[in-house]
């Protein structure tokens, strides 16, 4: 997990209280009797009743006013050029927009809109390097972009493998954007990359832009990727017995994903649930992309997932949160002491006929957002882009 950016100012003791709902991002236990955390540094260093919690002497006070807080959402399937810019649609500003969507952390499934991308094998390690090193020096917004996710091509060797793990990338994009499409190819190559430590998401389902290609059922499962990208298609699906059988056959990540089949979304949720597998469920935007970017595209997903395949919110809201940390080995996405003091605010949005935040993510309302904290810092009060928070968090008194 990435630390802080350099220029970053550690957040000092920070104290939110008055919480009205904890959700821990655990999907064995998603709601924590609590009303309190106490965060030093960026990290959560306790959380519980106030009166069991040292409160003394913070430097930030957060007074929740019994609103929800949850883990900050992770976004499992990003595709970030540099900067806080995106060729794909032209925009500007995206991440920022996508923070104040809730979500904390990115997770790079390769720079592939980079205009005049190399794919030769020296310009496509160098590309991943300098992605990798670019986002960790400049976050947008206080995002956490994890990028440098190489799109792996024809005549790679192990010894590259070793050396992208021992110059820091940590990723594969996904694995068939590139020349690399046959199962056994794909196999050897991902097996590589797990020896040296570094993940590989697969791209599941028809090709996304004139130029790609499909990759079936048969190669996602020879191929044994660490994520099966975008189960429910980017844009188009495999059919729905395949996506089930994939869910059966496999025992890795199951990413569903805001720019694919919505259809489909279901039947692969409804499918993990079924094969007692909920921890392996996922979720991302596959933003930017012919769809757009989605700055609510997380919030979105959970609402879809909560409301039309019956899922409690609160488990939803594991599948972007500590499902997705614990997949990708992150130090964020669940309420424990030592982890990243990532928050997302949330109440029922203004006027929803859900009674509750939960109640109204069940009926299919997005929440409203009233404050997003990365590393313990305040990034954002209420959201620009949700619609509003019946109430919102203040930041009650800061001592110095
Ligand atoms: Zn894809």
Request: proline share 5%; glycine share 12%; charged share 20%.
């Amino acid at each position: 997990m990435a630390e802080p950016a350099a220029g970053n100012t550690p957040s000092g003791k920070v104290v939110i209280r008055n919480i009205g709902l904890l959700l821990s991002g655990d999907i064995d236990q998603p709601i924590l009797d609590a009303d309190t955390i106490v965060v030093n540094d960026g990290k959560i260093v306790a959380f519980g009743k106030e009166k069991d919690c040292d409160t003394e002497g913070a430097k930030t006070v957060i007074d929740a006013r019994r609103t929800c807080v949850a883990p900050g959402l992770i976004d499992s399937h990003v595709h970030p050029v540099f900067g806080d810019w995106t060729p794909r649609q032209g925009q500007l500003g995206w991440i920022d927009s996508t923070m104040n969507g809730g979500v904390t952390t990115m997770i790079s499934a390769g720079e592939v809109h980079l205009p005049g991308r190399p794919k030769d094998i020296v310009g496509l390690k160098a590309l991943a390097i300098t992605a990798q090193r670019a986002f960790d020096n400049f976050r947008p917004g206080g995002v956490k972009v994890l990028a440098g996710a190489p799109v792996i091509e024809k005549g790679m060797v192990e010894s590259d493998f070793k050396e992208l793990a021992e110059a820091g990338v940590g990723l594969l994009g996904e694995v068939g954007l590139g020349s690399v499409k046959a199962g056994y190819e794909a196999k050897e190559m991902v097996a590589w990359a797990r020896k040296y430590g570094i993940q590989s998401t697969i791209h599941t389902g028809g090709p996304s832009i004139p130029g790609s290609g499909l990759i079936d059922k048969d190669v996602v499962l020879e191929a044994d990727a660490d994520v099966i990208g975008h189960i429910n298609g980017g844009h188009t699906s495999l059919p729905v017995a395949h996506v089930c059988e994939l869910c059966e056959k496999s025992s890795r990540a199951i990413e569903i994903v805001h720019n694919g089949n919505e259809k489909v979304a279901i039947e692969a949720a409804r499918a993990a649930l079924d094969l007692k597998c909920p921890h392996r469920i996922i979720l991302g935007t596959d933003g930017p992309a012919g769809s757009g970017v989605q700055p609510l595209g997380i919030l979105r997903m959970v609402a879809m997932l909560s409301s039309i395949a019956g899922i409690p919110a609160e488990l939803a809201f594991c599948f972007a949160t500590g499902n997705t940390a614990r997949i990708r080995n992150l130090n964020c996405g669940l309420i424990e002491v030592g982890r990243a003091a990532d928050f997302v605010f949330m109440d029922r949005a203004q006027h929803t006929a859900g009674k509750t935040l939960l109640e109204s993510v069940e009926l299919g309302d997005i929440p409203g957002i009233g404050m997003v904290m990365i590393d313990g810092i305040v990034r954002c009060g209420r959201s620009r882009n949700t619609p509003p928070a019946t109430e919102v968090p203040v930041v009650a008194g800061s001592a110095h």
